[in-house]
């Protein structure tokens, strides 16, 4: 801010003074506040499933004899001392449990961006026009921002040109 002086200057001259302002102009800068690691994780679990299992069973039944289909000891059947009559093998379903990867569900993750408006106080500083060590000045009129005759000091005591 500049500071203009003209001395000689005579009746109806003009002078001009050319008075500043500071302008506060907010903006922002992107910063990094945080960091964020998205994953997967295997979790184990206990689970119980139901399978139904089939076995066979050696099932006797025990009929009467009519008199004519009846069978001796020698029915027909080679044998050996000590050998069974019939041998049947019997078999059973054993429980086998396979895991396979399925997808299950999607996960979406993303940033949202929120704004808002936040006042920030700030300081600026202009300049008012003092006339000083004038005395018997009468009939100013019709002047904006001139403070008026003042001797050399501000009103809070120093000799700066500017108000706070």
Sequence with gaps: MDEQSTTGTTSGEVVEVVRSEERAQGGTERVATG??????????????????????????EE?????????????GLPRT?????LEI???????????????RERALVYVDAVSSTVGVPTTVRREVVDVTGVTGVTGVT???????????TDTDGTDSPFVD
């Design 35 to 60: 960091r964020v690691l998205v994953g997967k994780r295997v979790v184990t679990e206990q689970r119980t499933v139901s399978v139904t299992v089939r076995r066979e069973e050696l099932v006797v």
């Design 63 to 75: 009929r009467p004899l009519d008199g004519a289909g009846a069978v001796g000891p020698d029915d």
């Design 81 to 85: 001392p000590g050998s069974p009559v």
């Design 89 to 103: 093998v019997l078999s059973e379903e054993e429980v086998e449990v396979v895991t396979r990867v399925v997808p």
């Design 142 to 152: 019709g002047v904006t921002g001139v403070t008026g005759v003042t001797d050399s």
